[in-house]
């Protein structure tokens, strides 16, 4: 299984009830994702669940970015279900009594193959 990064505390402690390995950044989705040490990540396979919103896009946008320049082994953004609110996330994933890993299987889970080409966006992250 792989490593799941969700957007805040409340999320990553919910999934962590759950036997699902998770972290979150610091400060979660208006943080700078340089100011969270993502070494530990480098040569994981992680997979990123935002919110399902705006912010929480942008979130794992940043923070896909980040982790590919740090070099994980294998990136994926979690494409949230269509019949999910908006801000519906991984706490309410598991409030609601869905099996985490058996969705986890069941939606996709967008390979992130941004690739970093000019100096600066390589400086934004």
Not at 6 to 19: D, R
Not at 42 to 64: C, L, M, Q, R, T
Request: proline letters at 6%; a negative charge.
């Amino acid at each position: 299984m792989s490593l799941l990064v969700s957007e805040g505390e409340k999320c990553a402690n919910a999934l962590i009830e759950q036997g699902i390995t998770a972290t979150t950044a610091m400060s979660g989705a208006n943080a700078d994702p340089n100011k969270t040490d993502w070494t530990p990540l480098k040569g994981k396979h992680v997979i990123i669940w935002p919110d399902n919103d705006e912010p929480g896009k942008k979130y794992a946008e940043k923070s896909a970015m980040k982790l590919t320049c740090l070099g994980v082994e294998e990136l994926c953004i979690l494409e949230i279900p269509k019949d999910k609110p908006r801000g519906w996330d991984a706490a309410d994933c598991v409030k609601e009594g869905i099996n985490v890993e058996k969705l986890l299987s069941s939606i996709l889970q967008v390979p992130y193959v941004k690739k970093l080409s000019t100096t600066e966006e390589l400086s934004k992250v």
